[in-house]
């Protein structure tokens, strides 16, 4: 079967249960795991897991740089997928990411979550300075109310 971010998402559930991936995932998302530990365990396969052969590019880039905010991008996709509005808070933390990149995939994730009390977060989006992070709130609007 091919690789998908719902079956990559999935399989890191399967592998390591839905508690420890939503954390892993969420010290992602919130910045919490420093861009050096990121190339070894657990976090290689983690990133393997919701981000497949770009994640394993990136990891091999010497120079770094690309995994500064792809890392957050995918572990908000995948939150989306693990369908947990538990994670909401986190979520939201990152529509005010420094990479609009974050911020469009954390607004998506939100109307995909469907979490209670996100609507003004959403909503503030709208006058995002990245056209595709207005989109997306757009979108996560139709969904949300």
């Given at each position: 079967?091919?690789?998908?971010?719902?079956?990559?998402?999935?399989?890191?559930?399967?592998?390591e249960g839905h508690h420890q991936a939503i954390t892993r995932l969420t010290?992602?998302?919130?910045?919490?795991?420093?861009?050096?530990?990121?190339?070894?365990?657990?976090?290689?396969?983690?990133?393997?897991?919701?981000?497949?052969?770009?994640?394993?590019?990136?990891?091999?880039?010497?120079?770094?740089?690309?995994?500064a905010y792809w890392p957050r991008s995918w572990a908000a996709r995948a939150l989306a997928y693990a369908g947990d509005?538990?994670?909401?808070?986190?979520?939201?933390?990152?529509?005010?990411?420094?990479?609009?990149?974050?911020?469009?995939?954390?607004?998506?994730?939100?109307?995909?979550?469907?979490?209670?009390?996100?609507?003004?977060?959403?909503?503030?989006?709208?006058?995002?300075?990245?056209?595709?992070?207005?989109?997306?709130?757009?979108?996560?609007?139709?969904?949300?109310?």
């Amino acid at each position: 079967m091919a690789w998908t971010p719902a079956r990559g998402t999935s399989d890191l559930i399967t592998r390591e249960g839905h508690h420890q991936a939503i954390t892993r995932l969420t010290h992602l998302l919130d910045g919490n795991v420093a861009g050096s530990d990121l190339c070894h365990e657990p976090w290689r396969s983690v990133l393997t897991a919701i981000g497949d052969g770009h994640a394993e590019r990136l990891m091999n880039d010497p120079s770094g740089d690309r995994l500064a905010y792809w890392p957050r991008s995918w572990a908000a996709r995948a939150l989306a997928y693990a369908g947990d509005p538990g994670v909401a808070s986190v979520v939201v933390a990152a529509t005010k990411d420094d990479h609009w990149r974050v911020r469009m995939t954390a607004i998506q994730t939100l109307g995909r979550l469907g979490a209670d009390g996100v609507v003004d977060e959403v909503r503030a989006a709208l006058d995002d300075e990245h056209p595709r992070v207005r989109a997306a709130a757009a979108l996560a609007l139709t969904r949300l109310e």
